[in-house]
């Protein structure tokens, strides 16, 4: 009977390190996206100063059109990835439970 319990308490404990470090890692994953979308923001932001204060000339603000909407492409596409991380965190402890 003894090594029963002993067996369900190293189990529970188990399952418990197991969360513990789903959780690190998820909350590690969230923190990178936030980082890249911040870091685009900021490339958008720079991007723009750069339109308003650079050249005028037509093919280079086409060319910087262009960017900004690849970089805001990338920024939604980040900001899903955060969101679907939450969601598979979320998933995978209800599993483990």
Request: glycine share 4%; with cysteine.
């Amino acid at each position: 009977m003894a090594a029963s319990a002993a067996a369900s308490v190293s189990s529970s404990s188990s399952s418990g390190a197991v969360q513990d470090s789903q959780a690190r890692f998820g909350q590690s994953v969230k923190g990178l996206l936030t980082e890249k979308v911040s870091v685009c923001s900021a490339d958008i932001i720079s991007l723009t100063k750069q339109v308003l204060k650079g050249s005028r000339s037509s093919e280079s603000l086409r060319k910087m059109a262009i960017i900004t909407t690849h970089l805001q492409y990338q920024q939604e596409a980040i900001q899903k990835n955060v969101e679907q991380s939450s969601n598979l965190q979320d998933q995978l402890n209800h599993l483990l439970k």
